[in-house]
């Protein structure tokens, strides 16, 4: 009867350490897109490449934060450029060329756009950074369960041994 109680209970030990291995497989490929996911939109600019490579799972993400960002950074640079129109207009009446005043307000409307774009990749990779904290504390936190699984699998095992060893005919 103890032999069958150590056999159960090595089965329960062994369904408990497949099912953490497949959450800490989960937790890893979770970290896995978040950390291309990061890399991808460092620079506040999602590029059609980016989108190419980027993970099926991270990619609904990638696209509300381009949309995001870009939305965003417009309001953004139409707030500053609104704010900033006294000193562009007297810096662009000394200019002799309409042109070249029109592309100099351009350039430095794109320079506030570009500025906006990376402010809100750097708060997205924050975002994403204290998810990746998060993950890496679940993922420790597995990894230490399996680890007390093995361990109870392992004196489970050898206190089967020694009941079977106990069980064994003793011929003298």
């Known amino acids: 009867m103890s032999l069958l109680i150590f056999v159960k209970r090595k089965v329960d030990i062994i369904h408990r350490l497949n099912a953490k291995n497949y959450e800490l497989n989960e937790v890893v490929s979770k970290l896995s897109d978040l950390t291309s996911y ?3 939109i460092g620079d506040g600019i999602v590029s059609m490449s980016d ?3 980027a993970p099926s799972s991270m990619l609904g993400r990638m696209m509300m934060f381009a949309q995001f ?3 965003a950074a417009i309001q953004m640079t139409q707030q500053q450029m609104m704010q900033m129109q006294p000193m562009i207009a007297a810096q662009t009446q ?3 060329d309409a042109a070249q005043a029109a592309q ?3 350039w430095i409307q794109n320079c506030i756009y570009q500025q906006a774009k990376e402010y809100l990749g750097k708060m997205e990779t924050q975002t994403l950074n204290e998810q ?3 993950l890496q504390k679940e993922k420790t936190h597995i990894e230490t369960e399996i680890r007390m699984l093995e361990q109870e699998l392992q004196s489970v095992e050898r206190a089967e041994e020694n ?4 069980w064994a005919p003793k011929y003298v």
């Open 163 to 166: 009941g079977i060893k106990s």
């Open 132 to 134: 990746e904290k998060k």
């Open 94 to 96: 000394q200019m002799k």
């Open 104 to 106: 100099y307000q351009n």
């Open 38 to 40: 990061s890399n991808s």
């Open 51 to 53: 989108m190419m490579h």
């Open 69 to 71: 960002s870009h939305n």
